[in-house]
């Protein structure tokens, strides 16, 4: 039983040296206790029923039931924890979000990055859980982005402007902003009814879009709800734009 405000933890790997060091991140990190350890899924899946955890460090291969099962098992709880991935082995990252991972954490794991990931479980509560689930069904609502904290969950609801700088786009979302090496090209192509190209450099969230204005220099920029960002149209995608937008 962890203190009220305290967020409680079940470490599931089959390395007791792997359990040890995670252990000693998660007790580096304020705000989060471990409540107690599993070495394989069976004994994961008996954790989560009698210790009731906020949050499971999950591995993926493991004796008997592997992570991804014992994944799939909780999210059929009516209250499921929040999971996330701790694994040595990246290519499961595409699986580990159909089964509503919070996070894709590659070994070793560093601090900063756990600390990154057990915020973003801790801000989703139970019914955001739930809410994801039914979300996951289409995984088109969703964005994959692989970035140096591993592999990221990006609501594509929630991009508001991506913006490349040489070879590298920064996406701007509702959780903040991730880098990716996605190109503008890739993501516009894949996702063209949430992102809407404005500039060479810039796609934006066509959701987000507030009002298309013409400037006294005659620049045209696009207004964002909430924080009033204004971004550059250039001239050969003004038609295009206005277009979508009598058409929202």
């Keep these: 039983m962890t203190d009220a405000g305290i967020q409680s ?4 790997d089959d390395e007791p040296l792997a359990r040890e060091r995670i252990r000693r991140l998660v007790d580096d990190i304020p705000g989060y206790q471990a409540c107690g350890e599993a070495s394989d899924g069976d004994s994961t899946l008996r ?3 009698e210790l009731q955890p906020d949050i499971v460090l999950l591995d993926i291969r493991m004796p008997g039931r592997d992570g991804m099962e014992v994944a799939e098992r909780l999210n059929d709880l009516t209250h499921p924890p929040a999971i996330i991935f701790c694994t040595a082995y990246d290519h499961y990252a595409i699986n580990a979000f159909q089964v ?6 590659l070994k070793p794991v560093r601090r900063e990055a756990l600390a990154d990931a057990l915020g973003r479980a801790g801000r989703v509560n139970r019914v955001q859980l739930q809410a ?3 979300r996951n069904e ?4 969703q964005l994959a982005v692989r970035t140096h904290r591993g592999t990221e969950l990006i609501e594509l609801a929630g991009i508001r402007y991506c913006e490349a700088d040489q070879k590298y ?5 509702a959780q903040g902003d991730t880098v990716t090496d996605f190109t503008l090209k890739e993501l516009e192509s894949s996702h063209p009814e949430q992102l809407m190209r404005i500039h060479r450099h810039t796609l ?3 959701r987000h879009i507030q009002a298309l204005h013409r400037s006294e220099d005659g620049q045209y920029r696009i207004r964002l709800r909430d924080d009033n960002t204004a971004l550059a149209v250039s001239r050969r995608h003004v ?3 206005r277009n979508r937008l009598s058409e929202a």
């Design 239 to 241: 038609s295009d734009v």
């Design 100 to 105: 509503q991972a919070i996070a894709y954490l």
């Design 169 to 173: 786009v920064t996406i701007h979302h």
């Design 132 to 134: 994801m689930q039914a």
């Design 138 to 141: 289409n995984p088109e609502t």
């Design 204 to 206: 934006v969230g066509i």
């Design 9 to 12: 933890i079940l470490i599931a």
């Design 47 to 49: 954790g989560v029923a």
